[in-house]
């Protein structure tokens, strides 16, 4: 069974009740579960983490290259900033589909660019929820 390592960047623990106009009302938990089930129909065994630090995503991605066969990350307002991110997914080799709910092209002019996308396979955005289980399913092909 092909493992997935599913990673939620800051503050997406808020989802269902942080800006909801912009984020939705489905919170994490929903999110996951979906996943989960998707997962389950695709032989696919999922590990979802969720974290408000750079370093602790930075770790996870380190840890998982030899554990994982792909990397779907939801990198938040990291996306906008963090380099080490980037490095740790680019020095992991991992297939990586970068997501997001919202469309961060139509954003403020700050969110307009990722250092994820270039060391991803793919980036999907702006479908709400929908980002996460379309970027599932993208890395179950491609795997």
Same mark, same amino acid.
């Given at each position: 069974?092909?493992? !997935?390592?599913?990673?939620?960047?800051? *503050?997406?623990?808020?989802?269902?009740?942080?800006?909801?106009? &912009? /984020?939705?009302?489905?919170t994490?938990?929903?999110?996951?579960? +979906?996943?989960?089930? @998707?997962?389950?129909?695709? +032989?696919?065994?999922?590990t979802?983490?969720?974290? *408000?630090?750079?370093?602790?995503?930075?770790?996870?991605?380190?840890?998982?290259? +030899?554990?994982?066969?792909?990397?779907?990350? *939801?990198?938040?307002?990291?996306?906008?900033?963090? &380099?080490?991110?980037?490095?740790? @997914?680019?020095?992991?080799?991992?297939?990586? !589909?970068?997501?997001?709910?919202?469309?961060? /092209?139509?954003?403020?002019e700050?969110?307009?660019?990722?250092? @994820?996308?270039?060391?991803? +396979?793919?980036? @999907?955005?702006?479908?709400?929820?929908?980002? /996460?289980?379309?970027?599932?399913?993208?890395?179950?092909?491609?795997?």
């Open positions: 069974m092909k493992k !997935i390592l599913v990673i939620h960047g800051p *503050n997406l623990n808020l989802l269902g009740t942080r800006e909801p106009k &912009v /984020y939705g009302k489905t994490l938990a929903q999110i996951n579960r +979906k996943l989960q089930n @998707i997962a389950k129909k695709r +032989k696919l065994s999922l979802i983490k969720q974290s *408000n630090h750079e370093g602790e995503i930075v770790d996870l991605i380190g840890r998982a290259k +030899k554990k994982f066969s792909g990397l779907l990350i *939801n990198p938040a307002a990291y996306t906008h900033t963090s &380099v080490a991110i980037r490095d740790a @997914i680019a020095a992991s080799g991992l297939l990586t !589909i970068e997501v997001h709910l919202s469309n961060i /092209y139509s954003r403020e700050f969110r307009h660019h990722s250092l @994820i996308t270039a060391v991803a +396979k793919g980036a @999907i955005l702006g479908f709400g929820e929908e980002s /996460y289980y379309l970027g599932l399913e993208a890395l179950a092909d491609l795997i």
